[in-house]
């Protein structure tokens, strides 16, 4: 016989339990350990790299200068038969991202994925909301089905380009650039992540170092996606057992 007290305990951590069911697990409560690199050099790990212009290599001299190929060549000392694939398309929005780059990269099983999204989301007038949707199937998709560990840069500053800086418009998206940055750090937290912080950074370097940035005023020279590529390779080493 149930008490009438205990019938309403009963009854109020049933719909508790029926009201957490209907939210996504918490992927922070998932990821009880951070995804690693192996020891083995012999390994043959697969790098996919995802993105927007930035992945794609706009503003450098050649392909071979982008951050990814970059990073690439660092990967490859350390594992001489790693593999990469370069997915990012310019203008790609993170829609464009899980509609045509996230299905191609899980196929490849990877070991390591690079991501790089968020500045045409900003400057096109995306929602944060939508844009958190996205990041969120993205890191989750990664998580659960595949072992890659997860390399993500914030978005830069980029009201220090010459682009936007001085300009009517640099108030607004400076804001937008910090409320899309909080929830790509959110998400990135939360599904096991490692966050490469390319929005401080920016701030503290482009200002003292303008030739980091390409003729066109936007996007990274050489010389930026080779200090964008040491910054992620930073972030990379802490996952690779030593």
């Given at each position: ?7 309403t ?21 998932q ?13 043959a ?17 050649g ?11 660092r ?23 899980v ?11 990877p070991?390591?994925v ?25 890191f ?28 009517e ?7 937008r ?25 920016s701030r ?11 003729a ?27």
């Amino acid at each position: 016989m149930v008490s009438g007290g205990s019938r309403t305990l009963v009854v109020t951590l049933t719909l508790a339990h029926a009201l957490l069911s209907s939210f996504p697990l918490a992927a922070s409560a998932q990821v009880t350990h951070p995804r690693r690199l192996p020891k083995d050099p012999a390994k043959a790990v697969t790098y996919v790299a995802l993105g927007d212009s930035t992945v794609y290599g706009v503003g450098a001299n050649g392909p071979e200068r982008n951050y990814v190929s970059r990073f690439y060549e660092r990967l490859r000392a350390l594992y001489p038969d790693a593999l990469m694939l370069n997915l990012g398309v310019n203008g790609a929005t993170a829609a464009d991202v899980v509609d045509g780059q996230l299905g191609r990269a899980v196929v490849l099983r990877p070991d390591i994925v690079t991501l790089s999204i968020g500045p045409n989301d900003v400057t096109g007038g995306r929602d944060v909301k939508a844009y958190d949707r996205d990041i969120q199937t993205i890191f989750r998709t990664f998580l659960q089905e595949t072992d890659a560990v997860v390399v993500v840069s914030l978005i830069p500053d980029l009201t220090v380009t010459p682009r936007f800086r001085g300009r009517e418009e640099a108030a607004k998206i400076g804001r937008r650039v910090v409320l899309f940055n909080q929830a790509l750090r959110r998400q990135a937290w939360a599904h096991g992540a490692e966050i490469v912080d390319l929005y401080t950074q920016s701030r503290k370097e482009v200002p003292r170092r303008p030739e980091l940035i390409a003729a066109d005023g936007y996007h990274p020279s050489d010389q930026g996606y080779a200090r964008w590529a040491e910054l992620m390779w930073q972030r990379l080493e802490t996952r690779i057992d030593r």
